[in-house]
């Protein structure tokens, strides 16, 4: 099979990938969200690709459509429309509506992988593992999660985009067709249910102090709560909570604000 010759080279597609790790929070707006970043990471891309202006206007303006994904593993995207656009650019029948119409049809499912793997599984995690430091006071607590949380994500994202350029529009079908990545999300998940567990016995603590008198002994109401199940109160919260955000969408700012007032009231009314 005649090999294709390739129009960018290893430091094109690396280029571009750091120009869009470091952008592509910053241009959100609530009419185009991510296009702007979108459009400058591949910038360079289409500068050495089309050397006529007209063309490079038209790559540029094709792709300040709307789009938005999770940054990290929408790169897939990316690569993969670098991939297509260096197609073109050889020849290739390749038209405006078929590079849309993959960037519209997968920013979602992607965006919907990437918040489950890392905003709910690998930043619970990894944060999770730095809280004992943090009661300790030391500073490594501060600085850790987020070197070790970028150094992964950042690993994911460049993996990714190379993928997506190397095997084209096959890859997305592949990654999204693949039962591992089901197979992987849900591991995934399990596991971060499985932390959040273990960190809300380990760091919700509710103590009730009101004392009674039985027998004439005095003896404090936690203790009959202990008997009854012990952490009963620090589980009860933390599904309390679960409700509210899962079935009643309630902001977690709310819910802060909420549980910081119950707790100055019940601190200041002898409660906890």
Known sequence: MEQKEKLLTKKDIRRSWMYWLGTCE???????????AFAACLAPIFKKLYKDDEELKLALKRHLTFFNTEGIWGSLIHGIVIAMEEERARGEDISDEMITGLKTGFMGPLAGIGDTVDWGTIRPIVIGLFLPLASAGSWIAGLGPFVIVSLIT??????LWHLGYRVGRKS???????????????AS????MFMMGILSSQYVKISLKPEIVVNNE????QSYVDQ?????????????????IRYRKVKYTNILLGVLAISLLGALIGLF
Request: charged content about 10%; overall charge positive; aromatic content about 12%.
């Open 26 to 36: 910053l241009s959100n707006s609530f009419e185009r969200l991510q296009t702007l």
């Open 154 to 159: 950042s690993s994911i994202s460049y993996y």
């Open 172 to 186: 997305i079908l592949q990654v999204l067709k693949d039962g591992r990545i089901n197979q992987f999300i849900t």
């Open 189 to 192: 998940s399990v596991l971060g």
């Open 218 to 221: 005095t003896t404090t109401i």
């Open 228 to 244: 009854i199940l012990p952490g009963l109160l620090p589980v009860t919260a933390v599904f309390i909570m679960y409700y509210l």
